[in-house]
């Protein structure tokens, strides 16, 4: 079956549909829509995942200016009490599993198998069951919103009376509030929908690990691959050993709620304060899971950017390494005031101030990285420096938690809400839109405009610290979170204001850099593989980057292996190529489980809240919906991996030097083997 | 090219103006003498908590002025110049290790510099101080077991949602929602939650410990002046947690007797017309349910704070209204006002609270404001 | 390599000839992941449970609720526990007789494995309805999921190591239907030693179980 000469990439679209190995037709050669349901490219899945979680992500950021609207002045109306708890237990939720988390796991998706000279991930079919059940737990998340108005405008109201449908219990949940004695569906649908993001959360991460671990090219030794993969290395162990804590807990809880058990009520002898140890157990590395990846990508921007290899690199992966150990010993600084007793706080207490080291130490090899560097402040640059600086005044308010006897004024205040948003917006959001201009040429090809970078950048950084720093200030003279108004009188209204004003500042820049980026991708100008003068081998490869990745399997020289190939003095530095058999390149096929078994995830999640509201048949509903997800897991298993084979194009898009023996020949272009 | 080194320009001038703006701002706008300030310690507990944040506001302003200072330098040193030639190769130096092990080493001795006192203060806060002063038998004249004597003064906290109940079991009194205590004698507080997690905070007095169910919480304290603080729940506890306050009065030891004196006492009789119109009203419109009145046979109930002296107190509904005219003292007419409009709109003023609403927030009894009226004179009596 | 590329053979010895930087199948690696987070799954109950056995000596908040003791029926545990242990070493020769290839002995093997495992859920069953019943004559309590702490620990963690042993009887059930369609050979010993790993952890965990839930009650 030859192909037009002009081609420059074998296509599968002209490939015969194959069959699975009970006869159905499997979805290899479709385009568009089903193409995208479908796929099990890592780089569509990406893709995918950054769009779904840009969405979230401007959903909770409109869930933060409403907030921070009802709190401009002192007994604020915008919101009433229930409606503003919701706001910030959707913003908060919303903003660590549906928009920071996959915007993490985006980049891991695209970048990670490029980085390591992979075709593909170890397992792509469960990494596109990863998308869809996390599109799925959004979705049973936020779909109460929609439930809530029907109660609103009196369509629906739930059999136990109590109207809050979206949930109203703040991120953490503590028991007892979120017993059904204090609160109503919203609890459920929150309950469900994250146990969905932690299916997805969970075989993704065992997807990653196994991807680093067993699918590096020849030569990519683990202390040669990129910081960014390695830190995905860490995040992913974090996750697996992080999320079953969480899982049990809310399995509990579900329990307490369905089936009458204990675990929380307090009168058969339940102990909320178990909840508090499981939840941080599991929210404390969680913490290090959204902001290990940030560190990644700020440990690649820089060296492209000051044109030198990282500082200490050895320093820097262990370091990483040291604080996601540390994470799992941390937990109880979270409940310094919950009367742990004076040993444990004592513990706590100082193991706590322990992980600012392994933190200081990356900190400053990044400053090392800076020096005697040849500094461009490129948009992705200008965004790692605020990074550093943001990330580090975070850090600074972390030292100040940690001693417990002074974190006693501090916690549940707006000193640390200060706090955590200097480290998950300054620091990890600043660094997620870093990796957002710098990896986007690689994406989609075109160029992101600077102009509207640095003026976005500017917003943001300015706004965000006109925001949050004035709420410092807040907590120290005693104005707790979580409360939808305060009174006059306590010398809160002036910063407030100012954070309202600042928030819309943030707000703006961050919408600037949103409708630039589908402005790019729609028709933004076209770039080069190599726009940045890079260091990793995803800089190697054509933007966008072909279906198959890499045409012949790269063979690593060293560490920064495309700078060494660009720049490398000695012939031996040079990347070479092992050369593609005439059978091609096995592809792996197309699947539509994935999105089915997630659907039926989706099914059980929101009947399951519907039946606790009382809704005749959700039972049966639910138990349909387990159904259709174990029915396509065994349908997945015997459709089997699949598979074809594409020949990639002879002129070779790899901007390089293929084994000097290897002549293609036209007649096999593309060949069908199975 | 040209356009884009005049924004990098620009960048760096908008945000070094705004960075001055915010600065005088941040010199002109703040005082850290308000009311509920951490920064204002007026207790040991307290001033210990405050102290030893500014040890650790100190040593993390070294590491900032150090090393966000050599960042700014290093990123001006070695920045791309105009001139400069883009393809320009610096040294491809690695790291050094000497370096790193060093920083290292210096970053966990300043960290030695915050866990010493942590240690010491974290002690301090969780032992009860043997105060001989502070035994109940040493300072308060009134009667008390010989046990009680050998103690110091205890008040048993309790969150509900969404006020508190302070108990004092040693002298036999129980109040709501503002918590009188003896000035310079240590005070225990144990903690105690009937629904879900609420966390007492009094900033100026110490920092917080949470009323958990289920859990027997304790903490100390003590205040070195009198006066009249502000406290708030500070864990969040369902949809009014913004409206759990409550206040502290900080007394003289004699006003401090006067005080429990005169709260032993009963209830005075409804002797006038009105007021017992009111007292009748009370029963009938179910308040008796929830509230006790000692005093009063009929009304017992303990799902409310305890009302037998309601209107001694200088706020109301946790602490959202004040009853305090601009001398610091109660103001009866405001009271008035206040406990008006908290009866007739008490879902308007605290969503979610039990007074005679159901679950959905419809009123389960009818009142008239004639009703209010009476209800609001008999309770003002109650002083 | 063959260049006969379109014959079926060459086809599953591409798809079986996985690049692995360490030698260690992709599967095989992604079932030891798995089985650390269920080690986590796991210790989260036991732990749980375990806390509150030492809150609450009798079991609940409320004293005399629960005879613990008289409620466990020790020997059908033991013997089903017994049951189990010997399911793994059938588990072990059908993945040996698939490593040498040989069908037949698998599929008598794994139908070993499906039974003693239907046995053992058997056993739970009729354990779980004996304990939520109680036996008022013999002045033995009823346990259940809402009376008490205990009742609410024990069930949620042995029902969910009843369900993981479901799923790995229904995981074997396919695989043995799946065998005689002709498409299972030596190269699908990979997956049979994957669901052998997961049969023995599961395995194992119920000997950590018996131990830290039943036996515990005994000393």
Redesign the interface.
Known sequence: MAVSTHAPVADKRLLPPSKSLIGLIRPDTSTGLVDWLTTVDHKKIGIMYGGFALFFFLLGGIEALLIRLQLMYPGGTVVSAQTYNQLFTMHGTTMVFLAVMPLNAAFFNFVMPLQIGARDVAFPRLNALGLWAFVAGALILNLSWLFQWAQVFGWFTPVSGQMDIVPAIGWFGYAPITGKNYSGIGTDFWIFGLQVLGVASLVGSFNFITTIINMRAPGMTMMRLPLFTWMTLITSFLIIFAFPAITIALVELMFDRFFGTNFYHVEMGGQPILWQHLFWIFGHPEVYILILPTMGIVSEILPTFARKPLFGYPMVVFSGAVIGFLGFAVWSHHMFTTGLGVVATAAFSLLTMAIAVPTGVKILNWIGTLWGGHIRFSVPMVFALGFIWMFMMGGFSGIMHSAAPADAQQQDSYFVVAHFHYVLIGGALLAILGGLYFWVPKIFGRMMSEKVGYIAASAIIIGFNVAFFPMHYLGLTGMPRRTHTYLAGFGWETWNFVATIGAFVLGIGVLMVIIDLIRTVASGKPCGSDPWDARTLEWSLPSPVPAYNFAHNPVIPGRDAWWLHKYGKKPEQEIEYEKTGPEGIHMPSQSWWPLVSSVGLLVVGVAMALHSAGVPYCGYVAIGGLGLSVVSFFLWALEGPGGYHLTPPDDGDEPQKVLASYTPEPSQKLELTH | MMLVSTLKRCFVRAFLAGLSFFLLLCVSGCSFKTKQSSLDPKGPIALAQYDLFMVTVWVTLFIFVTVGGALLWVVWRFRQRPDDDDDHMPNQSHGNPLVEVGLIVASILLLVIIAVPTLRVLVYTFELPEDEGSKLGQWYQGPLTEEDAETILTVNVMGYQWWWAFEYPQLGITTANELVIPEGKVVKLNLRSADVIHSFWLPKIAGKVDLIPGRANWMWIKADEPGHYYGQCAEFCGSAHAYMLFRSDVLSHRDFEAWVEYQKKDAPEALEVSVAAGERLFAEKTCIQCHTIRGNQYAMGIKGPDLTHVASRKSLAAGIMDNRGVDGRIDRLKQRENLFEWIKNSQHIKPGNLMYHDDAGLKTVPLSDDDVHKIVAYLQTLN | ?N?D??SAA??DA??HEE????G?E?KK??MW??L???C??F???IT?HL??RK??PSG???EGILNIKNTFNIELTSFSTFILLMSSFLMALAVSAMHKGQLQSFRKNVLGVIFFGLIFLGCQVYEFTEFSMGNPTAGIPPLT??N??F???F??MTG?HGTHVAIGVLWLV?MFF?SF?G?MNIHSAIDVEVAGLYWHFVDIVWIVIFTAVYLIEYI
């Open positions: 390599m260049s590329i379109s060459t086809v591409l798809h690049h692995s930087s360490t260690i992709n690696l992604m992941l798995f650390a987070s269920d986590m799954f210790g989260t109950l749980t806390i509150y809150l609450y609940a908040a409320e999921l809402s008490s702490i009742g609410s620990t069930y949620l969910t396919a799946y369609s498409r």
